[in-house]
């Protein structure tokens, strides 16, 4: 795709969501899909290589939640893969600070490529598991927002997340069409880990037809020590 096209095509597709992107943003955001598309024929980073559904499904998906970050906020996205939501809201929201973590090394290193070549000032990266970097007492509780998509199930991802979220900050976890489902299965969860469902948003993405919810869960106590349990535990053994 052409960068003119991208543009007009980007443009449209996001001003549906109430979101305006200027010339440098969508310039950060062509740049991105090309290393995307160009990586994922050594690795692989994502199933969607149609440039159009790129637009949608990746980025514009990932812009969905910015309306919940705040100016000023340190961001964490759990098992960020290629980028998302992480990337795009990064290059969108460049006065909040994003750490990007994942469990494979490639991925950290594809993302490094990008951090470099759209000068994103915003972004760290972090290699590693969830469980372990939950741990870890310079990330545990020291961000105002977890963020994720398509990592888990609602009642592990949160297990996942909440261990980095401050006191009163937030787990923005993003679902597709069976989110209703996992959040009557994630009770449990949600009672351990001292978070309460907030906010629930329900859409359709772009005009994809596809069902979009994305859960606002608040954090109001302290995360119990035991919690993120050893790495594999909570895939095996949901809470």
Known sequence: MEKKEFQEKFQQKVQVHGIKLDEKQIDSFFVYMNLLLEWNQKMNLTAILDPDEIIVKHFLDSLTIEKYLKD????????????????????????????????????????EEVKKQISLKNVELKHARAEDLGK???????????????????????????????????CICMKGSKGKEELKEATNSL?????????EEEFLLGDTGNERMIF???????????????????????L
């Open 72 to 111: 000023g906020s340190k961001v964490i996205d759990i098992g960020t893969g290629a980028g998302f939501p992480g990337i795009p809201l990064a290059i969108y929201r460049q006065n909040v600070q994003f750490l990007l973590a994942d469990s494979l090394q490639k991925r950290i290193l594809f993302l």
């Open 136 to 170: 870890d007492l310079n990330y545990r509780e020291q961000y105002d927002f977890a963020v994720s998509r398509a990592v888990a199930p609602l009642r592990t991802l949160l297990e996942y997340t909440v261990p980095f979220v401050k006191k009163d900050g937030y």
């Open 191 to 199: 009672r351990i880990l001292g978070v309460k469902l907030e906010k």
């Open 216 to 238: 606002l869960i608040k954090k109001e106590e302290k995360t119990p020590e035991k919690y993120p349990r050893k790495a594999g535990i909570p895939t095996k053994q949901p």
